[in-house]
């Protein structure tokens, strides 16, 4: 079956822009999870949804936000960009949240 | 604050050597697993460990779970080169959210 797939791929903002990344999980799976991956600090968590509501939320700014649609998609959205969001943005889906993530190849976002 | 602390950041080794790679940490989880990621790709699980003691083995790969279920240690023997790429270490608890380490880089070259 179809692997979990983000786009787009890559982009590149200036600072002060905004961006909306998408996800479509594995068929079948109803919890996203988002993570951003840098160099310095590794994966760290953003946030997770299960049917539409977000259950766990990382230590990032308010300017970092998602949603999830009634067909499991997920966006995030990271508002008045700055230097330091320039990172890779994974997604990963599971299957009732059994804790095995299955992840894409992620959004690589530059931000200048 | 990195909750998992990975041991080494980097290893390069010679086709055929066994190496182990550490992942450590003071709080307890449930689980625990382990992932591999390569360049340009998303991390790929390669295994879960839940129990305290437990010991799996993926081919040339085995895992270790730390008895009080805090750390644990991925061993690969005679390693090749399609085993290069980032090993990463990732904590389960209560919240729906993985703590991840910041991996281990390893480059088997010919």
């Known amino acids: 079956k179809a692997g979990v797939t983000q786009t787009p791929r890559y982009l590149i903002k200036t600072r002060g822009q905004q961006v909306t990344l998408s996800c479509s999980p594995i068929s079948g799976h109803r919890s996203v999870s988002w993570y951003q991956q840098t160099p310095g600090q590794g994966l760290q968590f953003l946030f997770e949804y299960f049917s539409e509501t977000q259950r766990n939320k990382g230590n990032f700014p308010g300017r970092f936000s998602g949603r999830q649609f009634s067909n499991s998609r997920s966006e995030m959205n990271v508002s008045t960009l700055e230097l330091g969001d320039s990172a890779l943005y994974l997604c990963?889906?599971?299957?009732?949240?059994?804790?095995?993530?299955?992840f894409g190849e992620g959004s690589r976002l530059t931000v200048l | 604050t990195q909750l998992l602390e990975q041991s080494p950041q980097f290893l390069s080794i010679q086709e055929g050597e066994n190496l182990t790679v550490y992942c450590n940490s003071s709080s307890v989880f449930s689980s625990l697993q382990w992932y591999r990621q390569e360049p340009g790709e998303g991390p790929v699980l390669l295994v879960t460990?839940?129990?305290?003691?437990e010991v799996k083995k993926l081919k040339r790969l085995t895992f270790q779970f730390g008895d009080a279920r805090k750390d644990s240690s991925l061993h690969i023997t005679a390693a090749q080169p399609g085993d290069t790429g980032l090993y990463l270490c990732a904590g389960a608890n209560s919240g729906y959210a993985l703590n991840f380490g910041k991996g281990t880089s390893l480059l088997v070259t010919p």
């Open positions: 990963a889906s599971s299957f009732e949240n059994t804790g095995e993530l299955f």
């Open positions: 460990v839940v129990t305290g003691g």
